[in-house]
Structure formats: C-alpha cells, structure tokens
C-alpha cells in the first residue's frame, strides 16, 4: 500500500477473505460442533420426505466428487459435496411478451428477466409484471444471473416472483446458512464464468449442480458467514475513505495548479525582468525564425480582451495568447495504402498515447517515408502535446527524449526561448476543463489548433515560470500521481 495514496486492491482482498473462508481457514473449527456429515445424513431424510411430499421433484443422483475434483482440502468435520445435493435448483422459464404487464395489478406477480433486474450490490429492481406465472420462486431464494452477465446474485425480498431462462433460483429447502451459500457463489463466480458457452455466455443446469460445495457444519456456516460479511463491512468502510481521500487528492491538486497559474504560490521578485520584456524577446526570436523559414508567418492574434481573462494574475506578468509563446502544429496520418509507411522506428502518436506525463514511447511507429510524403511534423523532446477530437480532448503528454510525430488529432507546441515547457503544461492541465468547453456544441467535439493558439494564457517573468514549476512539482509528490479529469 502506497502510503500517499492509499492505494489496495479492494476486489482481490474480497477475493482472498472468500478463499480462506471456503478453506476453512477463516474462523476456527468448534470441536464441539456437530459434523457435516451428520448434517448430509439429515439433508438426505427431508429431501425424500419433500419428494414423498411432492414438494421437489426427484432427480437422478450425482455422481461422487473424485480427489481430482477437490480443489483444495478442507478440515475433517467438513464434507465435499456437490451443490445440487444440498439445495433445490429451480430454472426459469421466459414469458411471451404478451402476457407482461407494464404496472403491477391485483393478481400478478414480479417479473425478474435478467441481469438487468440485479443491482451491483445485490438489490433486486422490478420493472414488468406478469399474469400467469409458471416457475415462481418465493421470498427468500437465491435468484443467480446465469445467462449475457454471469454471476449477479440477490435474495428474493418479495413474497413470490417468477424467473426467467436467464435467472436460476437457489430454494434453500434444507436450511443451510443462506448467507454462507451466497459468499460460496461469489468464490465460484470465476468458475462458473469459465464454464460459459457459445457467443451469448451462458452455463447450464449441471454447471450449478456439479458444482464441488464444502460444506461445513451447520454453526460454522453461521459462523464463516458473519466473519466475511464484518470485514466486507470494513472493506467498504476503508473503500469509502480511500475515494474521500482520492477526492481531497483531485481537489488540493486542482488548487495548488490554480494558485500557481495565479501567481499565490511563490511570491514575485521585484527584481525579476517583467513579462512585456520576454514577449518583445519571443517577437524578435519570432521574425527571425520567419526569416530562416523555419516558421511561416501569420497574421497577429488579436488583444486579449478583459473579458478573456478568467483571473486576476500579477503586475509583472502578462495576458498573451499560447500562438504568442509557441509554435503550435497539428500531425497527420500517413496514407495507409501505403504498407511501406509503417513498421519503420520513427514513433508516431495517437492521442490514446497520451498519459498526462512524459511520452518515451507510442503505439506505432512509422517509416521516415511516411514522414516524407505526409503532413506529419515533428517534434522535438521538451515538446507539449495536445489532444483536439472527441472524448480525449484536454489530454497533454510532454515528448519525452526521443523526437516522435503525431497524427491529425494531437497538436504540438514548440515554446519560444524563455517559455517553461513544464510550466505551459501545468497551465493547460489546470485548464483542461475549459479547453473540453471549447470543444463542444459539435457532432465531432473538437478545439482545432486555431482555437489552441487563441487560448488565454498567463505569462510569468521568466526566473518566476522556474520557480513556480518548481514549487508545484515540490508539492504534487505528496498527492500521488497527476491525474486530473474533465471536471476539472
């Protein structure tokens, strides 16, 4: 467990608490405790007696559990049995849509379909009622999704329903701990899963009834069931705490970028060259680039208007537009007719590629053909990266030290001398929120690399852009890795 962000795998805990329950090896065994296989002897009186009764139906016996099939060992006072040996299995049967009722009547009854009916912490929603009900199961049965979505169990918490092919009832007739047949489920989900056929997963009847069930004695079930349903319970307390953590992460990373880009997180140095100075340096290094052709001249972005300007920020610092601090280029896509373009060692990204942090490699790489006969441009190490389409809009990646290219849903920005590369990226990580904004209203959401130059951007002196950098990656640390989402 990481000390600064609580992380732990909730999901394999619950996992291993199952384990050791069903070995059982999570509470002790109570000598005293009448043994399992006196509870099977009984189990065998009141099934014959339930038949004689007409009250289950017989079924041809199952075949012993072989030392292949045990798993695992169990203690001496419990007993390997086959599922169906200790509980009634009722299959549902699905209705025509005719009889369905979309609101409950007088004599009708719930309709459980399917998965659909079972929430994720095991509450049964009912949406359709039915008429005439033929496999009805009664309050207290375990109902198990066994057909699309494998593996959601719930107790049935009205007095009768019926169930569909897609839902198996779990009657238990023989007064097993209920509580302990369902954590066994949970623990065979994975197997059941396993045993799934066709493209529709589904298991069958004799998936469930060939299952090999340990079955402890009767006040140990009771016992087991207890113990795994405290430290679930304590699981999801320490499940709670760990996203108020994680929220509280979000939140104080979300401020310290916010005080930063506003000039409150270090105090400015009077002796600091103003911003206005470093802007008439980055528009001389501009004209020269032009005059080299290494850049291609563009009309002037206008004035940021007061309007624009989403904060306050320092007297020594300016509101410029990020087209005035960078070159800003969008990639492309080599023609893909073009077998020879690609498998070459050139990195090329995609915006899935993207991961907020420094990019060293990518998903593809394409041939320096590709790049010659393609609108592709490179950029070098140090340069920020920025996803423009669809649902990655916002998301950054800094080039790490090899030059890559990108494709036409990434745009590159290569920052004039005295502009931070780390400091730009913190900028848009903060603003990643507005920059979605301005993507949206379209079928394609999309913020162009026009709208990218036309971004407001607040511009520090240059010695204060380092020690802003500097005190946000002094903090960050603290608050685990940088992840921030559109609602940020």
Aim: charged letters at 30%.
């Amino acid at each position: 467990m990481k000390t600064n962000t609580l992380d732990f795998d909730a999901q394999a805990l619950r996992e291993k608490i199952l384990d050791l329950a069903m070995r059982g090896k999570l509470v002790p065994q109570d000598p005293n405790d009448e043994p399992a296989s006196v509870l099977l002897e009984k189990i065998k009186v009141e099934k014959e007696q339930l038949i004689k009764e007409k009250k289950i139906k017989k079924s041809k016996p199952l075949a012993p559990i072989t030392d292949e099939e045990k798993p695992f060992d169990i203690p001496d006072s419990w007993e390997w049995v086959r599922l169906g040996d200790v509980i009634n299995l009722i299959s549902g049967r699905d209705i025509p849509k005719k009889f369905h009722l979309a609101s409950k009547s007088k004599d009708s009854v719930p309709y459980i379909t399917g998965a659909s009916n079972i929430t994720e912490n095991g509450e049964i929603h009912i949406s359709e009622w039915i008429d005439s009900p033929s496999v009805v199961v009664s309050k207290g049965t375990i109902i198990l999704s066994v057909k699309g979505t494998i593996g959601k169990i719930a107790e049935l918490n009205v007095e009768k329903a019926h169930i569909a092919r897609q839902i198996m009832g779990i009657d238990n007739a023989f007064g097993l701990s209920k509580e302990y047949e369902k954590f066994f489920l949970e623990s065979y989900i994975q197997e059941l899963k396993n045993k799934a056929k066709s493209m529709i997963p589904g298991i069958s009847r004799d998936d469930l009834l060939m299952a090999e069930f340990p079955l402890p004695p009767l006040s140990e079930q009771s016992r087991i069931a207890a113990k795994i349903a405290q430290l679930f319970a304590l699981l999801r307390k320490v499940e709670s705490s760990t996203q108020q953590y994680a929220k509280l992460q979000t939140l104080l990373k979300s401020k310290v970028l916010d005080l930063a880009m506003r000039g409150k997180l270090v105090e400015q140095d009077p002796h600091d060259e103003p911003a206005s100075v470093l802007l008439k340096k980055i528009k001389a290094e501009k004209e020269q680039l032009i005059k080299e052709g290494k850049i291609k001249k563009s009309k002037p972005l206008p004035p940021i208007t007061d309007d624009e300007k989403p904060f306050d920020i320092p007297n020594g610092w300016e509101w410029v537009r990020l087209g005035d601090i960078g070159a800003w280029a969008a990639g492309a896509t080599p023609s893909r007719k073009h077998s020879e373009y690609y498998g070459g060692d050139i990195p090329w990204l995609k915006t899935g590629d993207l991961n907020d942090g420094i990019v060293e490699e990518t998903s593809e790489k394409i041939t320096e053909l590709g790049v010659k006969n393609s609108s592709v441009k490179i950029n070098k190490p140090g340069n920020i990266l920025i996803a423009m389409y669809g649902a990655t809009i916002g998301k950054l990646g800094i080039v790490g030290k090899k030059e890559l290219v990108t494709n036409q849903a990434c745009c590159g920005c290569t920052p004039y001398k005295g502009i931070y590369n780390q400091y730009l990226f913190y900028y848009l990580l903060s603003s990643r929120k507005r920059l979605i904004n301005l993507g949206s209203g379209g079928a394609q959401p999309n913020i162009s690399k026009q709208k990218i130059e036309k971004f407001a951007f607040p511009l520090p002196p240059q010695s204060e852009q380092s020690r802003v950098t500097a005190k946000i990656e002094q903090l960050l640390p603290f608050l685990g890795k940088v992840e921030f989402s559109a609602e940020q």
